[in-house]
């Protein structure tokens, strides 16, 4: 994406310009490794994935932690990137800040409920981005193929392992926060649907 004019930003100030944009058009906006990244808000049966998955987490996460969503997470040592997944599992005591960004050693779980629109491309390169700024779990939910991947252990730049599954397996949680999710209700997107879905 490029940034019109009076937006295009001097370098250190692409969260100032994302700010910006999302006040002024209501879109998702992230800085990934750099490059402003627009998404639209989530409809239909992507936020019908979210909202089974934190009807699954939240009763049973202990009280020390939530499950939160429009949680920013910062890349440690940028002062630019940040990315917004879907779902947050974080400390409790974050919904009482002020901050906007939260640090990725604090994140238990980020949950990415891949777009209808979006390319396999992007999805590695947030794979990767989690990876590299050190979220201990990253749950990715896939309902154009009714599929889900837990990536974990983050270390050089790369989750070290994976464990996937179908809709109707269960996702097994890290052993941290001790959950198992069913995924028999999570909603598939339909043929022909709309990006953003």
């Not at 750099?34 to 089974?52: C, D, F, M, N």
């Not at 940040?82 to 779902?87: A, G, I, N, R, W």
């Not at 050089?156 to 994976?162: A, D, M, P, V």
Request: contains cysteine; proline residues 8%.
């Amino acid at each position: 994406m490029s940034v019109p004019g009076p937006l295009r930003p001097p370098p250190g100030n692409l969260r100032d310009v994302a700010e910006q944009i999302e006040e002024a058009t209501g879109l998702r906006v992230q800085v990934l490794g750099g490059s402003l990244v627009t998404s639209p808000t989530p409809r239909g049966k992507h936020a019908g994935v979210i909202y089974r998955l934190e009807e699954a987490i939240r009763p049973v996460l202990s009280v020390a932690l939530v499950a939160a969503e429009s949680v920013s997470i910062e890349m440690p040592d940028d002062a630019d990137d940040y990315v917004t997944p879907d779902l947050t599992v974080c400390p409790a005591e974050f919904l009482e800040s002020d901050d906007w960004l939260i640090d990725p050693r604090d994140v238990e779980l980020a949950v990415e409920v891949i777009s209808q629109s979006e390319k396999a491309r992007d999805i590695s390169q947030k794979n990767d981005w989690y990876a590299v700024a050190g979220v201990a779990a990253l749950l990715v939910i896939d309902p154009r193929h009714g599929t889900w991947a837990l990536h974990t252990r983050p270390e050089g730049g790369t989750y070290q392992e994976r464990a996937g599954g179908k809709y109707g397996e269960e996702i097994r949680l890290p052993d941290s926060l001790g959950l198992v999710v069913a995924t028999d209700a999570f909603p598939r997107y339909g043929a022909g649907t709309g990006a953003g879905t």
